[in-house]
């Protein structure tokens, strides 16, 4: 409304002025004129809602993205872990019911290889049964009792794998009860993969 009665008074005072001038120049210059205020009027609301913006701290409406913390009291859960895939946050993994922030590694990056595996998930029984099949992260429907000598080893070498490169930052809820006492016991002979001939297969 305000820009038409702009628009409207502009060109009813350049008629005005414009009266002993041939029509067709006139209506040039009078519609000039109203296109001319228009588009001032237009960019001075631009700048009003761009200065409205600035001082809410963003674009109206738009979601700022939440960085994802660790919990204060270290307790993940599986929907918890998932945030820390690498892309709102650090990526971390679980193993043996801890989780280890693996942001550091070459070879854990979000969206591909390992990372596309297992970043933000636990990585427990697929680190066991050595499978790269994303539908082995996040299992929870085994024992240690149900692994083999050669799984439990396995799992073993890649817990101290994990919990000795990298930072344990907290540990999973949904393995409150388990007792890996077992694994931790034989990692404690286990090579470091890094020392080991088989280190460039692994995800270090």
């Known amino acids: 409304f305000v820009s038409f009665s702009c628009c409207w008074v502009a060109?009813?005072?350049?008629?005005?002025?414009?009266?002993?001038?041939?029509?067709?120049?006139?209506?040039?210059?009078?519609?000039?004129?109203?296109?001319?205020?228009?588009?001032?009027?237009?960019?001075?609301?631009?700048?009003?809602?761009?200065?409205?913006?600035?001082?809410?701290?963003?674009?109206?409406?738009?979601?700022?993205?939440?960085?994802?913390?660790?919990?204060?009291?270290?307790v993940f859960t599986l929907d918890s872990l998932a945030r820390f895939d690498g892309v709102s946050g650090p990526i971390c993994l679980g193993v043996c019911g801890k989780v280890v922030n693996v942001s550091t590694s070459e070879n854990i990056q979000p969206g591909e290889g390992?990372?596309?595996?297992?970043?933000?998930?636990?990585?427990?029984?697929?680190?066991?049964?050595?499978?790269?099949?994303?539908?082995?992260?996040?299992?929870?429907?085994?024992?240690?009792?149900d692994l083999s000598a050669e799984q439990h080893k396995a799992l073993a070498g890649w817990y101290k794998h994990f919990t000795t490169k990298y930072t344990v930052i907290g540990r999973l809820k949904e393995y409150e009860g388990w007792d890996f006492g077992s694994v931790e016991k034989e990692a404690e002979s286990q090579t470091p993969f890094a020392s080991s001939s088989a280190a460039t297969t692994q995800a270090q």
């Open 114 to 145: 390992y990372g596309k595996l297992w970043a933000g998930k636990d990585a427990t029984y697929a680190l066991a049964t050595l499978s790269l099949k994303p539908e082995d992260a996040n299992v929870l429907s085994f024992s240690l009792a």
């Open 11 to 74: 060109a009813a005072m350049l008629r005005e002025l414009f009266a002993g001038i041939d029509a067709s120049i006139a209506l040039t210059l009078v519609l000039g004129a109203v296109s001319t205020v228009a588009l001032l009027w237009k960019l001075r609301r631009k700048s009003g809602d761009t200065s409205a913006e600035k001082a809410k701290g963003g674009p109206i409406g738009a979601a700022k993205a939440i960085r994802a913390e660790p919990p204060d009291d270290g």
